[in-house]
């Protein structure tokens, strides 16, 4: 425990490095950082689907893993979505040529992370962008043939490759066959119940025999609960929700304000850290049946740390940009 604590003080660190650095960046270059991260994600998503360069959702080398695909198409298309995609003012003439490509592309990482990552990033990304979507003031309409298009794309591939479920079916936990029963899941659900609404006290989780897979990872929440109780974890909870109610007001504030770019990036980079949160919360305690998505700023992961403190930075600086009282853009 105090070793994973000088870990998250390292990632502090990082993350005030990281905000200062990001703080003298131009805003129209984070904005178009989607020249440097589509690229990059559609590379290595296409070539963690070749034997010996994937690793559970992760593009690895030598064994090595580097970067999650999933997550980083996600966070390659928050930034797609919301520097390429044209404004509903400017959604005319040329522009539709980029809405259109600009969506393919959102598509294109989609379908790749569902081959590399699974089907829990597909739908996470889908709602994010349509999301972002809306925040730009798209039309209805738009959003539902975008909406249709993705979930058309999911069932064909789906059809086609049916293997790609077996990580959704394989976390279902049916009551009537118990040798079906995900055995990462149960653990957990036993480490919850253990866990109660006080808890075990912390630092006690390592006392007890019942071990839980991958507890710095994966299934960190459900160490939290049984060290902290339900009680302590409603506190997690309540800060992802803190998260989502500022970014959703920085939003609100950039429609406002006429800046609809920066409305749908805040949004965008709101709903890629609460989702995944709260998917992980949910997959954990067997209500939701979509794994493989670690909890942030919890799970242990350099690569995810990296793209959540990144994340944080840049809503932290639109925060700053929208609440001030001039409508002046930095």
Known sequence: ????????????????????????VPMDYIRRAYVLFVPVSIIISSVSLFPGFSDSGYFAVG?????????????????????????????????????????????????????????????????????????????????????????AAAVVFLAIFPELMAPVMASVMPVSDGTL?????????????????????????????????????????????????LSGCLFIIIFFLLVLLIGLRTASRGARKGDEQSAALAIGLTLMIVLKAFMNML???????????????????LSEEAMNIIASCILYRLIYILGRRDNAKA
């Open 63 to 151: 064994g090595y893993r580097i970067i999650h695909t999933g997550s980083f198409a996600l966070f390659a298309s928050v930034f797609l979505a919301s520097g390429y995609i044209p404004d509903s003012d400017a959604l005319g003439g040329g522009r539709i040529r980029d809405f259109v490509l600009s969506t393919l592309g959102v598509m294109v990482m989609m379908v790749l992370s569902l081959f590399s990552a699974g089907l829990s990033w597909y739908v996470i990304i889908g709602f994010t962008v349509i999301a972002m979507l809306r925040a730009k003031r798209i039309s209805y309409l738009a959003i539902a043939v975008s909406f249709a298009a993705m979930a």
């Open 181 to 229: 029963y995900s055995q990462s899941l149960l653990r957990a659900a036993e480490a919850i119940r253990m866990g109660g609404i006080a808890g075990i006290g912390l630092g006690m989780g390592n006392t007890v025999s019942s071990p839980i897979d991958d507890q710095e990872g994966l299934f960190i929440f459900a160490s939290l609960v049984r060290e902290l109780g």
């Open 283 to 301: 997959y954990v305690t067997g209500i939701l049946p979509l794994p493989g998505i670690l909890l942030p700023f919890f799970s242990y992961s």
């Open 1 to 24: 425990h105090y070793y994973y604590f000088i870990r998250q003080l390292v990632s502090a660190g990082c993350a005030l490095a990281a905000g200062l650095l990001l703080s003298i």
